[in-house]
């Protein structure tokens, strides 16, 4: 899984429970803006902004 270096994602508790499921943790450098995290929220701002809470009749409609 990728995260950020937020102090919940860095803890000891948190790499010990990820480790126990079996999952490898990476993390955004230090100051990169070519982080593929940020690259995939900035997207999704864009998507719920183009979109907002539409609801749609049908996945075509869609």
Known sequence: ?????????????????????RMQQSMERV????DHAAAAESWFAVL???????DWATRETA
């Open 1 to 21: 899984m990728h995260t950020h270096r937020g102090s919940e994602y860095t803890s000891d508790e948190f790499r010990t429970e990820a480790s126990k499921l």
């Open 48 to 54: 719920k902004a183009e979109i907002g809470t539409t």
């Open 31 to 34: 100051g990169s803006c070519y």
